[in-house]
């Protein structure tokens, strides 16, 4: 029995929902590409290190977390657009704009393309200033 792509994303969100960067890079081709489009990152390369990327967005935001606003799935792929949020580790408050394209690929993803508001991101995690 197949898994269908829709079974697939909710599985996969379920995945970042509970923040869990094992089970993420479990759902990845073995030469899969994650690519967080926020300016100047290179993409991960294979589920070690789509792990390791994924285990660092949870450092940066303990708890992060994705409102989901709209959805399309094909056959092998889906699109779908969340408002981001949550608390940085320097406890700025986290609200930015996300849409992830993802490649599906014999029931596992193949390619992920997330696309956020870097500077709104980068004003997220950016280091508190201190008063003088």
């Avoid at 994650?34 to 390369?45: T, Y």
Wanted: proline share 4%; hydrophobic share 45%.
């Amino acid at each position: 029995m197949s898994i269908t792509t829709r079974e697939l994303f909710e599985h996969y969100h379920a995945c970042w929902e509970a923040r869990d960067p094992d089970r993420i890079a479990e759902l990845h081709t073995d030469d899969s590409v994650f690519h967080l489009h926020s300016g100047g990152q290179a993409p991960a390369r294979g589920r070690a290190a789509i792990r390791e990327t994924a285990a660092g967005m949870f450092e940066l935001v303990p708890d992060l977390a994705f409102e989901r606003i709209s959805l399309r799935v094909g056959e092998d792929f889906w699109a779908v657009q969340f408002k981001m949020t949550g608390t940085s580790a320097a406890g700025a408050k986290v609200n930015v704009d996300l849409v992830d394209y993802v490649l599906v690929e014999d029931g596992a993803v193949k390619e992920k393309h997330s696309y956020v508001d870097g500077v709104a991101m980068q004003a997220a995690l950016a280091p508190a200033e201190v008063a003088p």
